[in-house]
């Protein structure tokens, strides 16, 4: 569930969550459900893992929601060789904006076009930019700080 909320929480006050009336795909009503949590600032950066690759297609998680996401933040061997896309989803139909907050992000390289920059067989250089025209940042404006790997 996501809440959108219309002030900023402050840092280790206590909120209680109420959530009444949500109900299943089958329509059966769910109880009630009540919580009460300490919200904590995060101070920490957001980091990066590549969780899957292939010559067309690198998958990256990051730890906690980002946003200001774009292709040119990726790139592969060279500078120039940026990525065609950004995705949320595995099919690569649903591409990213800078705006949106996304853990996972798949980031195309290839089709089956010609003129296209294929991840090279072997040991790759993979890199992630903290800025290329906007800056990666998680829910608390902590900015990603770049990072770099070898497939």
Known sequence: IDVVLYT????????????????????????????????TKSADLPVATVTDSNQKVVTVKFDKPVSGLTKEHFY?????????????????????????KVTTVYVQFATD????????????????????????????ANKFAGADFTL
């Open 76 to 100: 592969h061997t060279f500078t120039g060789w940026t990525a065609k896309g950004i995705f949320e989803d595995a099919a690569l139909t649903n591409a990213i904006t800078s705006s949106e």
């Open 113 to 140: 076009g010609t003129g296209e920059n294929p991840l090279q067989a072997g040991n790759v250089d993979f890199h992630i930019k903290a800025k290329a025209g906007t800056e990666i940042k998680d829910n608390w």
């Open 8 to 39: 900023s929480l402050s840092d280790t006050k206590e909120y209680t969550v109420t959530l009444t009336g949500a109900a299943d795909f089958a329509g059966y009503q769910n109880v009630s459900y009540k919580e009460t949590m300490t919200y």
